[in-house]
């Protein structure tokens, strides 16, 4: 049977500012990317992320993205490859900290937003990221676009890498995501989201914003937390996703207790 991972971004709530569907997601997914203070999470989101995970045996892994609570992390910023390794390798070990005292463990590191997008397709950020996951633990698998930059940095660096799919965003031609200042670029249709999702995950390939065929073989997909009615989107999607005769499953394989 063919495996493919779902993952949602998630724990982005920051004090009195709740964010995200959070708890009715998580029932749905086998991945949490938890947000890590910068772009969104304080530490007793954090704590009460990585618990709902551990909880509902959903692997857990660092969401870090850039030092911007006001942009959410999603405008990008003039920082440089030595920048971005430490702030990567701070929120990664803020997680873990966490994570550990709470008896569970990181399994993988996806960027967020705008240093995801930056780290795709600039090799000195996207080494910079590989660097600070490879120095914390080689063992953890890193996200990124499939034919990104970021992905060859990850293999380059000696960590399994996991090439991710969006169900609910536009690609253009190139395969880079359409940018979220154009129309078009955040799918609101479940039934079109849960088509995409599908045809990525069983045929490889998704159509992009111009109806050209990107390939797309891919072995996780991603969902928004924060994406209105993103509770319900998830069941959708892991429905279809199952009817297909996809098994959704983490990228590491299951996740025991001790885990």
Not at 80 to 85: F, G, I, L, R
Not at 238 to 246: I, S, T
Request: glycine content about 12%; proline content about 5%.
């Amino acid at each position: 049977m063919r495996s493919i991972d779902l993952n949602c971004d998630m724990g982005e709530s920051f004090g009195a500012y709740s964010i995200g569907f959070d708890a009715d997601v998580m029932a749905s997914i086998s991945s949490a990317n938890v947000a890590c203070g910068f772009h969104g999470g304080d530490p007793a989101v954090m704590r009460r992320t990585v618990r709902m995970a551990r909880t509902a045996g959903v692997s857990i892994g660092a969401h870090p993205g850039l030092p911007d609570l006001a942009g959410f992390g999603r405008r990008e910023m003039q920082v440089s490859a030595a920048d971005v390794e430490t702030m990567v390798l701070y929120q990664i070990g803020a997680l873990a900290a966490i994570a550990r005292g709470e008896g569970a463990r990181l399994r993988h590191v996806k960027a967020h937003g705008a240093l995801y997008n930056m780290a795709a397709r600039d090799r000195s950020l996207a080494d910079a990221i590989a660097r600070a996951v490879h120095s914390f633990d080689p063992s953890l698998i890193l996200f990124g676009l499939p034919h990104s930059e970021l992905l060859r940095a990850g293999e380059a660096a000696g960590l399994r890498v996991a090439a991710e799919g969006f169900a609910d965003r536009s690609y253009e031609a190139d395969g880079a995501l359409t940018p979220r200042s154009r129309p078009g670029s955040i799918i609101h249709d479940p039934e079109a989201v849960v088509e995409r999702a599908v045809r990525m995950a069983v045929e490889g390939w998704v159509p992009a914003s111009d109806g050209t065929a990107v390939p797309m073989r891919i072995e996780t997909i991603c969902i928004h937390g924060d994406t209105p009615g993103a509770d319900i989107l998830t069941r959708l999607l892991r429905a279809g996703l199952e009817r297909a005769g996809v098994k959704v499953a983490a990228p590491g394989g299951e996740v025991s207790i001790a885990d």
